[in-house]
């Protein structure tokens, strides 16, 4: 039994080494790889299907995320009488927290799980192992494309859903609950700051880089067999997902220190 | 000529273009390949044999450092390979082509695009015209001209194997590798398949390698047949010696017998120890 257990924590420490190893080959084929022009069409394919497709399915989770909070917090404030600052909690949320994760989370299950199963079936059909016959390096031909696509979109991704849980939250508050507009837009507009947008976008790089990564590993790496490349589209996402809320607990907690180090601690109301 | 020049040259001529040393390979513990060792030679065509599953497609992608060994060394021309890195390895393998078992041509484009995709990659001339050029001549030299636009999806299988041939060939490489060329086809395609390997030998003078288990593919393509049989070479030499090879082994294979151990397992294998079938059942030279 111990012994047992001894080698499923050995296959899971080579494991995170592989990964760490695919990581470092990423990264340093990617530096190389900006300054090919090659790489440029290549990323711009990518960026296509990743970032252009992705941009409705974005839009409608940034829409009902506002909505939803708007229809949440609305009772709380209304019985304290704050109902006209109801845009500062729904506006602060999105753009902070909820808009960024939640739009990583689309992604990771729209595009995640498409990239793993693309490279997964390339891989599985020797495809991966023709292009390295041919001499070219698959990481640079076929990761580095997709790495860089979804680190560059993702932020302006974000920025979509947070402006549609903006529209979303505003239409729930103004129409649905009645609550003054011009008081709503006032409260809003002093209380978030382009602090807190920023780092709602700033979050979209690291969330991009894990997805594309991680997928990317997945895939590459999966067994043989269509049961092999289902599993691991499933652990791909798992990853993803597991990472993309780790990176904003991290960003979090580095966030707040550097906004407390420069400026004063603010209320929300 | 001086006759010293004609030594050096027929020297180098019988040196071998690549070199495996001592190649183990393993498997979560399960051992592939067992200390073999292979010299191949320039211009020729070198058949690998053996059974499913002895570790033929395995020392073929070592061939071309696809799989690293164990342990043992790979000399390409004299250098040695299997220890750089997979960028240096880039370079290398542009003097190879390989035609893998299912093709492995890339679903999401058209034939044009997966033949001169190895161009792309290496040389810098992107001229269409060109391209079209080089691209209708390697089809022609499959019988494919004409399928340029075509998905591989709306290939037959006989049809893939010929354009994957085509991308392999599309750098001009000096050896070939060839991988279950004739598994899944038809006597005929397969026999087409066959004299394209012989129309490249001669046309190209490549040195080719070609993994197999169809005998008849073998007797007709190989100057020197190989046999693999759990993971060692145990027969080596032209057609007429593995034909009269004493190995059992050899001769069980290239015969298509079913061995009596083969036998016992399947018995074993059906319900209980009373098995429905007798050995008559499994032998191929039965009515």
């Known amino acids: 039994m111990l012994a047992g257990k001894w080698s499923h924590a050995e296959a899971m420490i080579r494991d995170i080494g592989r990964f760490a190893r695919f990581n470092w080959r990423v990264t340093s084929t990617s530096f190389l790889a900006c300054s090919h022009r090659s790489t440029y069409p290549l990323v711009w394919t990518q960026m296509n299907i990743i970032g252009v497709r992705s941009v409705p399915v974005i839009m409608v989770t940034g829409a009902f995320v506002g909505m939803t909070l708007a229809i949440q917090a609305y009772d709380q404030l209304a019985t304290m009488g704050f109902e006209e600052r109801l845009g500062v909690l729904i506006n602060i949320s999105v753009v902070k927290e909820l808009g960024p994760v939640l739009a990583a989370v689309m992604l990771a299950g729209r595009i995640g799980g498409a990239l793993t199963a693309e490279l997964g079936t390339m891989n599985v059909t020797e495809q991966i192992d023709a292009i390295r016959s041919m001499g070219t390096d698959p990481v640079r031909y076929l990761v580095v494309p997709r790495v860089l696509a979804c680190l560059l979109l993702t932020p302006l991704l974000i920025i979509y859903a947070d402006l549609m849980g903006v529209v979303g939250g505003a239409m729930v508050s103004l129409l649905h609950f009645g609550i003054n507009g011009r008081a709503y837009w006032d409260y809003s507009a002093n209380s978030v700051e382009l602090w807190d947008v920023a780092i709602g976008v700033i979050k979209g790089f690291f969330f991009g880089a894990a997805i594309a990564i991680v997928s990317c590993y997945k895939g590459f790496t999966c067994r043989e067999g269509s049961q092999g490349v289902g599993q691991a589209c499933t652990e791909a996402f798992v990853a993803s997902f597991t990472l993309i809320l780790a990176i904003d607990l991290a960003i979090a907690f580095v966030a707040k220190a550097v906004y407390l180090t420069f400026w004063p601690m603010r209320g929300l109301v | ?287």
């Open chain 2, 1 to 287: 000529m001086t006759e010293k020049q004609e030594i050096d040259r027929a020297a180098a001529a019988k040196k071998p273009v690549i070199e495996l040393k001592g190649i183990c390979k393993t498997f979560d513990r399960r051992v592939v390949l067992d200390d073999v060792s292979l010299a191949i030679e320039e211009g020729k065509t070198t058949v690998i044999i053996g059974p499913s599953g002895c570790g033929k497609t395995v020392l073929i992608k070592h061939l071309i450092c696809l799989l690293r060994p164990t342990a043992g060394e790979i000399y390409f021309r004299d250098q040695r390979i299997d220890h750089l890195s997979e960028r240096a390895l880039g370079a290398i393998r542009t003097h190879y082509g390989f035609l893998f078992q299912a093709g492995a041509l890339f679903d999401s484009q058209t034939v044009f695009q997966n033949i001169v995709f190895p161009i792309r990659q290496h040389r810098r001339e992107t001229d269409m015209s060109e391209l079209e050029q080089i691209v209708k001549a390697k089809l022609a030299m499959v019988g494919l001209d004409g399928f340029q636009n075509y998905y591989p999806a709306n290939l037959s299988g006989g049809q893939r194997k010929r354009v994957a041939l085509a991308r392999a060939i599309a750098m001009d490489p000096e050896i070939i590798l060839y991988d279950e060329p004739t598994t899944g086809l038809d006597p005929i395609r397969s026999g087409i398949i066959n004299e394209l390997v012989l129309k490249l030998q001669r046309e190209l003078s490549v040195t080719s390698v070609v993994v197999t288990h169809d005998m008849n593919s073998a007797y007709k393509i190989a100057d020197r047949i190989i046999m693999l049989h759990n993971g060692m070479i145990v027969a080596d030499g032209d057609a007429d010696t593995i034909r009269n090879h004493p190995h059992p082994t050899v001769q069980q294979f290239i015969h298509g017998e079913v061995s009596d151990e083969d036998l016992a397992v399947l018995r074993m294998s059906g319900k209980g120890a009373q098995s429905q079938f007798s050995p008559q059942d499994f032998d191929p030279r039965s009515p």
